[in-house]
Every structure is written in structure tokens, then in C-alpha cells.
């Protein structure tokens, strides 16, 4: 395993675009599975005590989900790739502190759901038209007409999403994009699951109302 060489810090190993740039020394052979195949909580408990390369495998397993979420909620990737690597820096110094009383995955959705809150009101930026991609027919370049509709109702998404209230697009985005469970969201939100619910609702009837033209 790699230690810091000071005690009571943990230097944020380095992290490029999200994901962990790969160390040129292996780590030495450990008995049992590889760690790329060990579970979350393992990892996470190995990175806690220092181990760089049980995090690398956290992030890369992670990383990917986390972007898209960010880019839902910020709409820019420059800035959904900074929140996510300021959420993974948070992370591995606040690992002593996991107490695995929810899954990583659902923790790091939590930070990196608080990041993008911060970054939105330190520099609010309007949802892209690309934010939220809309599957394109097959044969939507031979059917000019159609494309651009396609793409007319992409941006209407788009703009009802970013005039839903805060807690209702979160929860929105974290069911829909992100595919979480009920009890993931309110963890993520730290709200309870019927908060989750009704914000859910809302978020469905008044995006089903703006988009009731593109049926």
C-alpha cells in the first residue's frame, strides 16, 4: 500500500479529467482477487488507510456516471469535469471519516451533487442544448424536417429542466440519468423518500406539461 509521508494528511493523489492518471510502479502482488474486482467497500476502506491504487479503481469505476451528472447540473463540461475532480479530491481526504453507512457510490453522488450546488451559485451558467441527450432516428439526416424538430424539443427539455425548482431537477436527474433507487436519492439529497417522491411527481407533471407540444 502507498502512505503519505506526513501524519494526519492525505495529499490528493493526482487526478487529470476525472480520472486517476495510472501509476508506472505496479503495486505489489496481494493474495485473493485483484483490486480492480474488489467491492466498493473494501476499497474504500483500503483507500482510507492510504492506498492510492484501491482509490484509482474507485474513480475509474465511478468517474464516468459522476460526469454525466454534473454535466446535467452545470451544463458545461469544463466545469462538470472540475466539479468532479474536486468532488473525488474531497473524497479521498474525507475517507477516515466514510463510515459505510451508505454505499460509496451513493456518498459520492452526495458530494458530487454539493460541489455542482456550489458552482452554481458561485457561477450560474444556463443548460446547454446538448445537456440532456435525446436519441436521434435512424434516418434523421435523410429527414432534414424531422431532425431539426428532434432538436427543437431537445431544447425545450433543456429549458424546462432549468426552470424546474433546484430539489425537483436534482431528483430528476438522479432517477432518469442516473438510474439511482428511491432510498439512493433521499440519501443523496438527505431528504425522505416521500420527499423524493412528490419532488419526482412535480418535476414529471411540469415537465410533461412543457413538453406536451412535442408529442
Avoid at 494526519?8 to 492518471?21: D, E, F, K, N, Q
Amino acid at each position: 500500500m502507498h502512505h503519505n509521508s506526513l501524519p494526519g494528511t492525505r495529499t490528493a493523489p493526482s487526478l487529470v479529467r476525472g480520472v486517476m492518471i495510472e501509476r508506472t510502479v505496479p503495486p505489489p502482488p496481494e493474495p485473493g482477487l485483484p483490486v480492480r474486482d474488489l467491492p466498493d467497500g473494501l476499497l474504500a476502506v483500503r483507500a482510507a488507510e492510504g492506498d492510492e491504487d484501491s482509490f484509482a479503481v474507485l474513480v475509474q469505476r465511478h468517474g464516468r456516471p459522476l460526469l454525466a451528472l454534473a454535466r446535467c447540473m452545470l451544463g458545461d463540461p469544463q466545469d462538470a469535469e472540475e466539479a468532479v475532480q474536486d468532488a473525488f479530491v474531497s473524497a479521498w481526504r474525507r475517507l477516515p471519516e466514510y463510515r459505510h453507512g451508505a454505499e460509496f457510490r451513493t456518498w459520492m453522488h452526495r458530494i458530487t451533487v454539493n460541489r455542482c450546488l456550489t458552482m452554481r451559485r458561485r457561477r450560474p451558467s444556463p443548460l446547454p442544448l446538448d445537456a440532456v441527450a435525446e436519441p436521434a432516428a435512424k434516418d434523421a439526416w435523410s429527414q432534414p424536417a424531422r431532425f431539426a424538430e428532434q432538436d427543437a424539443a431537445t431544447a425545450a427539455l433543456c429549458r424546462a429542466l432549468g426552470d424546474l425548482a433546484a430539489g425537483q431537477r436534482i431528483c430528476w436527474i438522479l432517477r432518469e440519468v442516473q438510474g439511482l433507487s428511491y432510498k439512493e436519492i433521499s440519501q443523496v439529497t438527505r431528504t425522505s423518500e416521500q420527499t423524493v417522491r412528490g419532488r419526482l411527481f412535480r418535476a414529471r407533471r411540469s415537465l410533461q406539461e412543457a413538453m406536451s407540444p412535442w408529442r
